[in-house]
């Protein structure tokens, strides 16, 4: 039987975390900005985060509201190159298990983000023998999620810091989800997906989910189907 597990960790681990562009539009060599249009997915680059472009860091000082372009300023080179053509981003942190023991993980200074957060409390409806799929992991709850300023942030700054970019990596995780091996893609395209925002995910209220960070982003529900091994149904 796949593991539900090692599936979406291969996923989180095989994704290509790089946003492709053709061209620099725009070039301030005085305030050594660059203006750079968006060729694909943003993945979740947001004002103020440094990304490398070309082994260079960078910081991203705004991302266009229809996320058409963006300008990031160098902060390292005094010369700006305009051949750039890629900016490579970290591979998100995946952790599961229940609220207690990622807690631990989760809390830790030195974490990566994103976070891609999988919740274990899910049911697995097993498919009948001549079926392609040998289970479907039923209402999967998946967290995409980021650091938020407890202090500073008012809505527009949890919609341009945390959950525009993270609906960006959830788009990009289901098209990872769907290339993978082991799931029945065609499922997925019928049957939909839904996600929720969720502006305050650490340190609130909620008892149910409850972190010892202040993480913001994106809540990722669906049925999983995972496919049966060397399968020979049809």
Known sequence: ???????????VDNGVYIVKF?????????????????????????PCLVVKINGLDYKVISVAEDNSSIVVQGIQQAYIDPSLTDITLNKPTFVHGTVE?????????????P???F????ESRKMPQD???????????????????????LTPEF????????????DFFIKGLKKNKAIEDEYILKTGYKTINRDKIGKTNNKKLQ??????GVELIMNIPIKRINCKCW
């Open 1 to 11: 039987m796949n593991n539900i597990i090692n599936i979406l960790k291969e996923v």
């Open 22 to 46: 053709s061209s620099v539009i725009g070039i301030n060599p005085t305030q050594n900005k660059l203006i750079i249009p968006a060729c694909e997915n943003l993945l979740w680059i947001r």
């Open 101 to 113: 023991s990622s807690n631990i993980v989760i809390s830790q200074d030195c974490i990566d983000m």
């Open 115 to 117: 976070i891609i957060y």
């Open 119 to 122: 919740y274990e409390m899910f």
């Open 131 to 153: 079926n392609v799929i040998e289970y479907i992991v039923n209402n999967a709850r998946l967290f995409f999620v980021v650091d938020y300023d407890e202090e500073n942030w």
């Open 159 to 170: 919609y341009e810091n945390a959950i525009n970019p993270m609906n960006n990596l959830v």
């Open 211 to 216: 972190f010892d960070r202040f993480l913001s």
